[in-house]
Nanobody, 122 residues
């Protein structure tokens, strides 16, 4: 089992920044590909970013150049730095983990966090 706990969400004005954190516990963190998803009201959950155990990184087109995913294996934590936030970034953001990158990118990772709300005001 892998437990994921997100933090760092909140309310920010458009153009501002937030950093989300996801602390993982359980099995070997370094073996897992970690990712972030988000779900806006009335919309399906969508992939945001992923980082593999080897450091390969993938982003959704909608966040490229604005969001940065990183991981600190010593702290069992993955981060999502969000800059130049837009009102359309408003969503519940979920941390996710799986041994396979395909599962992250296809939206079917095995482990999910409980989510953290990000609200961007215009």
């Amino acid at each position: 089992q892998v437990q994921l706990v997100e933090s760092g969400g909140g309310l920010v004005q458009a153009g501002g920044s937030l950093r989300l954190s996801c602390a993982a516990s359980g099995r070997t963190f370094t073996s897992y590909t970690m990712g972030w998803f988000r779900q806006a009201p009335g919309k399906e959950r969508e992939f945001v970013a992923a980082i593999s155990w080897s450091g390969s990184i993938y982003y959704a087109d909608s966040v490229k150049g604005r969001f940065t995913i990183s991981r600190d294996n010593a702290k069992n934590t993955v981060y999502l730095q969000m800059n130049s936030l837009k009102p359309e970034d408003t969503a519940v953001y979920y941390c996710a983990a799986d041994l396979g990158l395909y599962q992250l990118k296809s939206g079917s990772p095995r482990y999910w966090g409980q989510g953290t709300q990000v609200t961007v005001s215009s």
